[in-house]
């Protein structure tokens, strides 16, 4: 049987933390902050932890990091 492999796009962008959540950054902050609002910008700052829903999804492409 063929080890597991972890998608390249996921190992990338989330982190597990150890009591297993998910982090990752802040969506909407590449480009275009000129019209974005101060409080939008202050808020996105730093990471986040994911909604329980999309962390599932997000550790199924990370076998290996549970």
């Known amino acids: 049987m063929p080890k ?4 390249s796009s996921c190992k990338k ?3 597990i933390t150890a009591s ?8 909407g902050k590449r ?3 000129i019209k974005r609002s101060n409080k939008f910008i ?5 990471t986040m932890v ?3 829903p ?3 999804i997000v550790k199924k492409f990370m ?4």
């Open 54 to 56: 999309d962390a599932r």
């Open 4 to 7: 597991m492999k972890t998608k």
């Open 13 to 15: 962008r989330f982190k």
């Open 63 to 66: 076998p290996n990091s549970l």
């Open 42 to 46: 202050r808020d996105a700052r730093g």
């Open 20 to 27: 297993g959540k998910v982090k990752s950054a802040q969506a």
């Open 50 to 52: 994911l909604a329980e």
């Open 31 to 33: 480009h275009g902050m």
